[in-house]
């Protein structure tokens, strides 16, 4: 049999997981291949609340150990990438037969307190009378807290690592599936289905990071039988017109004893999330229902002065999260850790159950660090230290950042310069090189969307569709208008399948 390529480590799974393992083991020196079925970040990793968080409502489920680990990750992930990722202020208002404000308190000090915090304000009661975030609100609201998370593109946060991992030697594969794994001389045989053709490749070990599908991919795709089992739960959210002028992002609770974000969004919408639905059905066909969208307006109108309706929605979304199944009765109460499965026979095969975007650092270097004992490396964990691409800001300030892409490109306007800059970081140099004046960018191909750029995601950031450009490399899906997918497309398939070469394997 002919064999594409021989690996260290094959993983299976473009997810938040999968990548971040890709990009830990090749930082390592690891000989990788990623394949993901579908686009990067085409399911779960896309459909979050957009959170870098500890999870402060899992305090109530005396979920410490999950909570400190995600907030020593939050500070680390903060430092990774000052551009894609911020800190951002929650107004939670207090309703009083909800929760009593001492508990609201005292698990704002866990909060504060549970991992060392460098680089966030703390918590404070406020004065919604007085406060800023308190115009928007009913005025019976008169006292809340004020706390400190982060926020990041999680789409983004998953092309990042995936490249990271590329220009670290890996092999990244979208739109290709793992049809089976099999075992030849102790090594593992994937068969491949690329758009190119099949495809079969070697592997010493693998890695099953494909989220919802985990347990589908063990028992219908190779010979392991694995112990664990995911808990799939659907998260939905809505998006709104901007409901407010300020920055501040809200943490309302709800009669149902659940809580609902509402959170600055693209600058000019609001975000609004999100539900937990037990899931039956296909991961890759979910969407929101009449109901849940009905739940999220009258959750939030509870609180806000004027009254969020289910035709303001100019967009929702929906992820199922594969959730590591501990037998709760409530879908909210299920654990958002994960644990790592590792079937040693009849070859290293390692399996995620479970897991949350903040923690997928740590859940990578976990999965690396066990599957390098069984691979012989002496490499060590390298990441906590470790900037993401674009990442690499003067100071590591993003205001400062921005301020000196305005003084060298002085002709991009405002929106676009802010976008470039959130997005891409320093890799906006691979943009604009060369650039004076925006007709360097090449055609307007959309409103924001320059032909430069557009390459760039093509060419070095695995975009294949308007799909992929306007939902998860960029968020322009909520500007383009009618029509809009369809004239981007269309310049697509003008541009033919030029596909980067791959930059690494055996």
Known sequence: ?????????????????????????????????????????????????????????????????????????????????????????????????????????????LYDHLARRRRLAGSARIDLRRHAAGTA???????????????????????????????????????????????????????????????????????????PWVSRFARELSPVSVCHSVRLVKGSHIVVPRLYDHRFAYLFQNEDRRIVFAIPYERDFTLIGTTDVEYSGDPAAVRITAEEISYLCAAVSRYFEKSVLPEQVVWSYSGVRPLLDDAAANPASVTRDYTLELDRHPAPLLSVFG?????????????????????????????????????????????????????????LPAALRYRYAHAYGTRVAHILRGAKSLADLGEELLPQLYEREAEYLCGVELAQTAEDILWRRTRLGLRVGNGGAERLQAWLVRRGPVRPEPAGGA
């Open 1 to 109: 049999m002919r064999y594409f390529g021989t690996y260290d480590l094959l993983v299976v799974g473009g997810g938040i997981n999968g990548a971040g393992i890709a990009r830990d083991a090749a930082g390592r020196g690891l000989s990788v291949l990623l394949c993901e079925q579908h686009d990067l970040a085409a399911h779960t990793s896309s459909a979050s609340t957009k959170l870098i968080h500890g999870g402060l409502r899992y305090l109530e489920h005396l979920q410490l150990s999950l909570v400190r680990k995600a907030l020593i990750e939050r500070e680390i992930l903060l430092g990774s990438a000052p551009h894609l990722m911020r800190p951002l202020r929650f107004v939670l208002p207090h309703d009083a037969h909800l929760r009593p404000a001492w508990m609201i308190g005292a698990g704002l000090f």
């Open 137 to 211: 609100l009913k005025p019976r609201y008169v006292r809340g807290f004020v706390y400190s998370d982060g926020w990041t593109d999680d789409a983004r946060l998953v092309v990042l690592n995936a490249l990271d991992a590329r220009e670290r030697g890996g092999v990244i594969l979208t739109r290709s599936r793992c049809e089976k794994l099999e075992v030849e001389r102790g090594h593992w045989v994937a068969t491949i289905a690329t758009p190119s053709g099949e495809r079969v490749v070697m592997a010493r070990a693998a890695v099953n990071a494909t989220g």
């Open 355 to 411: 897991g949350k975007i903040t923690t997928y650092r740590k859940l990578a270097e976990s999965a690396v660090d066990m599957l390098a004992r069984e691979l012989g490396s002496p490499a060590r964990a390298w990441t906590a230290r470790a900037l993401l691409p674009g990442g690499d800001l003067p100071r590591g300030a993003y205001a400062g950042f921005l301020r000196s892409l305005e003084r060298t490109h002085p002709w």
